[in-house]
């Protein structure tokens, strides 16, 4: 059997989103832009993954800054570190921490999808070679990035990975710590593959204290049309997700 | 229609001092047996890094390990990755040259690529030119094979003239073959008139449409050796048990498992958007068998899971579509005890094979 996740959920449950409930309404995101960087990680990153899900082997992140010109809470760019894993046998990224540009995007992600969301300043910039990420948090960085030298490749070429969040959700009544299921759609509209560089990553600040990113792997900026959907599967942490999955409501198709 | 063994070497956590050890001696005790019941053939997969998936980064050891307790099992090496950060063309040319004799000659070669990150980031390979680099080397490797003296200079290696040693036992060479996972790939097989190495599993009606198009396609070939291979090969798995409900229960089981721990792995789409890498490939149709909406067809009429006379009844159709070869997987992370697999061998060949066997002398079908 493939290796589990070793999150002592004890350590992380003080400091969890909490859901309201979990039938928020979809947001949808036109024209988004997303710069996407994915790095190896050491295995020891496997202690942050929950015991519901398997590492990803070798084990990755990607650092993902989005800019969101269009949303109900108006325009907001958003700062995600996720550690990448199965659920079964479903790829996943399990979110350590994000950072919104907005306290009313940063809130409306964690009630709503269960994001450990926080407000802070983030900036997506593009140059001739290259587009830039940052994130200051308390006019600290905590993440200077870039893709360098981008060229042109299909959007069909770009596979995004769902997410999972680690909070607090109201289910049957009873209000428990859960992985809930983030599964956006994409339509794209531009795709560039460029090298990934990451001159400073504060671990601590990204909830993986010490982390270090080793082998970079790939990087992509895209623009797209997409969305975050309706809550649709719940799982529980503790549980492998084949046990421990709940569903929520029915497929997107089915609405 | 032949039928053979397939490879991927796969053990269980933990891992012992012994655990790897016995996953190969049952592995060639099943090969042993099944020489002796007249299976045609043996691949062994090269994998790196793929934990608890394969366990088989040396098939060329394996195979030959095969033919030393063998007399007439063809073996095949399946695939050479074609990516010279893992492979140099000489070493490929030697290595190979080596196993055919040997084996007395029942060398097959199967090229390809690699298509996860695992084993592509390990050996810090450009995913982008894995294509290309496995163009250049099977059409090198006939010559290197054939041809007194070799020189080479190309994009991906070269090498000043000198006599590759030794040549092979077979005459002119050994047949060669591409893995086909990926949509198209069959394409690439045909034009160079190679055989088809389906590494895929089940669904009749696309692997109908993609042999169909394999066979017209090879007609016009360019071959890149001294002869066309136009044989057309697929992998299924086997657990052969009179009691059907059994045979198909726990063949389910070795299916899933399999299915769950391909799914483990890291594509290279999944980490590396490339055109190189056009299609999702095998693992995430393996990932949709094992929890999607295709679960149920894992125990359908396609594989070879259940009482001889099902299994019968989808080799037939394997038949029917165009298949030549069929290559079993036999066992996954050996939640199937040896005695067991053993068992399922035996059987398959006294209550499956003749029916095959029957068809090709002409002499009518048995079943």
Same mark, same amino acid.
């Given at each position: ?80 570190? *996720? &550690?990448?894993?199965? $659920?079964?046998?479903? #790829? ?8 919104? =540009? %907005? ?96 001159? *400073? &990553?504060?671990?601590? $600040?990204?909830?993986? #204290? ?8 790939? =990087? %992509? ?35 | ?367």
């Amino acid at each position: 059997m493939p290796l589990f996740g070793t999150l002592e959920l004890s350590t992380a449950v003080t400091s969890l989103p909490v859901l309201r409930d979990l039938d928020t309404e979809p947001w949808s995101l036109p024209k988004a832009e997303i710069l996407q960087m994915a790095f190896e990680v050491p295995r020891a990153t496997h202690a942050l993954l929950p015991k519901a899900v398997h590492p990803a082997i070798p084990s990755y992140v990607t650092l993902l800054v989005s800019r969101y010109p269009e949303s109900p809470v108006g325009p907001f760019l958003l700062a995600q570190l *996720r &550690l990448m894993a199965r $659920a079964g046998a479903h #790829p996943r990224g399990f979110i350590l921490r994000a950072y919104a =540009s %907005t306290p009313e995007a940063a809130a409306a992600l964690r009630e709503r999808w269960g994001m450990p969301a926080e407000a802070a300043t983030v900036s997506l910039k593009r140059r001739h070679d290259r587009v830039m990420a940052q994130v200051l948090r308390d006019g600290v960085p905590v993440l200077d990035a870039a893709l360098v030298d981008p060229q042109p490749i299909s959007g069909g070429d770009v596979q995004y990975i769902h997410s999972v969040t680690l909070a607090q959700a109201p289910v049957d009544g009873k209000t428990g710590t859960w992985l809930v299921q983030v599964d956006p759609r994409y339509t794209f509209h531009k795709a560039e593959r460029g090298r990934p560089t990451v001159s *400073r &990553l504060d671990g601590e $600040a990204w909830g993986a #204290p010490g982390l270090a990113l080793q082998n970079p792997i790939s =990087s %992509t900026v895209c623009t797209c049309d997409t969305d975050l959907p309706r809550i649709r599967f719940v799982m529980d942490p503790e549980v492998p997700v084949i046990r421990g999955t709940k569903k929520i409501r029915e497929s997107r198709e089915a609405e | 229609m032949k039928f053979g063994l397939f490879y991927e070497i796969s053990v269980p956590r933990p891992w012992t001092r012994e655990s790897e050890r016995t996953v190969y001696n049952n592995a060639l005790e099943q090969v042993k047996l099944a020489d002796e019941l007249g299976f045609d053939q043996v691949w062994a997969v090269e994998h790196h890094f793929l934990e608890e998936y394969s366990h088989c980064p040396a098939p060329e050891m394996f195979l030959t390990a095969c033919a030393m307790v063998t007399k007439k099992i063809r073996v095949g090496h399946g695939i050479i990755v074609c990516v010279p950060e893992f492979n140099h063309p000489i070493k490929i040319a030697e290595r190979t040259a080596v196993l055919d004799i040997l084996s007395g000659g029942r060398l097959e070669v199967g090229t390809g690529r690699s298509a996860t990150w695992n084993e592509l980031g390990g050996f810090r390979v450009d995913p982008d030119i894995t294509k290309k680099s496995w163009d250049e080397f099977v059409r090198c490797l006939p010559k290197m094979w054939t041809q007194e003296t070799y020189s080479y200079q190309g994009e991906f290696w070269s090498m000043p003239e000198r006599c590759i040693i030794p040549k092979v036992y077979q005459r002119p060479h050994p047949p060669m073959w591409v893995a086909v996972t990926s949509p198209g790939t069959e394409l690439d097989a045909a034009d160079r008139g190679l055989g088809s190495l389906g590494l895929t599993f089940g669904q009749f009606a696309e692997q109908e449409r993609r042999i169909a198009e394999y066979r017209r396609r090879i007609q016009l070939c360019d071959p890149v050796g001294e002869f066309v291979n136009d044989s057309v090969s697929t992998v299924n798995f086997l657990y052969c048990h009179e009691d059907d409900d059994k045979a198909r229960a726990t063949g389910r089981r070795m299916a899933d498992t399999f299915n769950y721990l391909a799914s483990q792995l890291i594509s290279a789409r999944e980490a590396y958007p490339s055109r190189s890498y056009p299609s999702l490939g095998l693992l995430p149709q393996l990932r949709r068998q094992a929890t999607g909406p295709d679960a149920n067809e894992q125990a359908g009429e396609g594989l070879g899971l259940g009482n001889p006379e099902r299994i019968i009844r989808a080799m037939k159709k394997w038949e029917a579509v165009g298949v030549d070869r069929v290559n079993f997987l036999l066992n996954a992370m050996e939640i199937i005890p040896q005695a067991d697999v053993l068992a399922s061998l035996r059987l398959f060949a006294k209550e499956v094979m003749p029916a095959f066997r029957d068809a090709k002398s002409g002499n009518g079908g048995a079943a």
